[in-house]
């Protein structure tokens, strides 16, 4: 009897054990297998979301609000503003997004800036110190339609070298369409460890 009760309790505590979200195959049927699966396990499972930064005045948090939709905050929004009269004021058809940040050193990040207002795109090289506190900008693209009545349009491309140097391709054409010039000129620039974005070429 006393061997019973332990076989018994010991076939509850392995019943107790067996967990619902385990996925087990049942061989029973002669003609196919079946996989029998927890739904509630399964409706449950956590997928992988975007989180938002705590520090709401760092620039992960800038890219947080610009690319998710969730707009900006008024510290955000008065920081752009004083970067540039671009940001603001920000009417329905214009929007950001922020393309990429990465680090230049331990205290120096520096992140590329999409501007679009409906009729134009500009793209802008921002650095930070801290990835908070904002040190210098250089415009590095530039397109936006061009105006049929006027003789001269220009737009800018850039190419980016490496992580610290840019290459910027400044188009400009000038005369009427069946006689127009265009001119390129190359330009470098390069982000200083302070920061600082310079011209090198």
């Not at 940040?101 to 009729?119: F, R």
């Not at 500009?122 to 590095?140: A, Q, V, Y």
Request: one cysteine or more; glycine letters at 4%.
């Amino acid at each position: 009897m006393k061997q019973f009760n332990l076989l018994l309790l010991s076939l509850l505590l392995m019943a107790c054990s067996s967990r619902p979200s385990e996925i087990s195959i049942n061989d029973s049927s002669a003609t196919s297998s079946s996989v029998e699966i927890d739904t509630l396990a399964v409706e449950n499972v956590e997928l992988p979301d975007r989180k938002i930064p705590s520090d709401t005045i760092s620039i992960d948090y800038l890219k947080y609000a610009a690319n998710s939709g969730q707009g900006l905050n008024y510290t955000w929004i008065k920081k752009l503003d004083q970067i540039g009269d671009f940001f603001q004021p920000l009417d329905p058809a214009s929007m950001i997004e922020i393309n990429r940040i990465w680090t230049i050193n331990d205290s120096i990040a520096a992140l590329e800036l999409s501007h679009y207002t409906g009729v134009s795109v500009e793209i802008h090289l921002l650095t930070f110190k801290n990835r908070r506190d904002f040190i210098s900008k250089l415009l590095i693209s530039s397109q936006g339609d061009r105006d049929l009545s006027s003789e001269y349009y220009s737009y800018t491309e850039h190419r980016t070298l490496n992580d610290k140097e840019v290459e910027l391709s400044i188009h400009e054409i000038i005369g009427p369409d069946e006689s127009e010039k265009e001119t390129v000129m190359k330009e470098k620039w390069a982000i200083q460890d302070n920061g600082q974005i310079i011209k090198i070429k």
